[in-house]
């Protein structure tokens, strides 16, 4: 079988390795928003804030990651980038192969992306600890998960505004 090298350019390849990379940092952001809003003892939710974290990673990632490819049709068109951003939002699943824009359009679709996977990390963690947070006393589980990922999906997305803005500087 023939390999393609223009067959374009996962985004869950490029994305996974920069979430758990990030792992402990979005537990111990997580576990401390939750702590202190919840009024629970940081240590009493490290461990469940951890696992639910890991099965996000894990699981929820890449799933939502295979729902965006299946729903976007892996979008390959002959059209550029600079076509618009309506193109290039269909093709951050899998970007297509272009060595001159990689370098910005790689961090640009991390951006993107990062709002389905927010949405999907809230929805597996509320999964994984609601039962155990509202045991502990804790109030309004799903607005706590909503403010704690998107605390560390905002530290996810300076890591690619950083990159974008190095991308957009002198080659």
Not at 30 to 59: C, D, M, Q
Not at 98 to 103: I, K, N, Q
Not at 105 to 112: E, K
Not at 117 to 133: M, P, Y
Request: overall charge neutral.
């Amino acid at each position: 079988m023939p390999t393609l090298a223009d067959g374009g350019v996962p985004m869950l390849m490029v994305y996974e390795p920069v979430l758990l990379a990030a792992l402990i940092p979005i537990v111990v952001v997580e576990a401390a928003w939750i702590a202190y809003r919840g009024r629970v003892h940081f240590w009493r939710v490290l461990r469940p804030v951890t696992k639910a974290n890991v099965y996000s990673a894990l699981a929820g990632v890449p799933l939502t990651w295979l729902a965006l490819t299946f729903l976007t049709g892996h979008h390959k068109s002959t059209a550029s980038h600079s076509d618009g951003w309506g193109n290039f939002i269909l093709q951050v699943p899998i970007l297509e192969h272009d060595p001159f824009d990689l370098h910005w359009t790689i961090p640009a679709a991390g951006l993107v992306i990062s709002l389905p996977f927010c949405a999907a990390s809230v929805l597996v963690e509320w999964l994984v600890l609601r039962h155990r947070l509202i045991a502990m006393g804790v109030p309004r589980v799903g607005r706590l998960l909503w403010e704690a990922n998107l605390l560390s999906y905002t530290l996810i997305a300076v890591y690619w505004l950083v990159e974008l803005l190095n991308a957009s500087g002198p080659r």
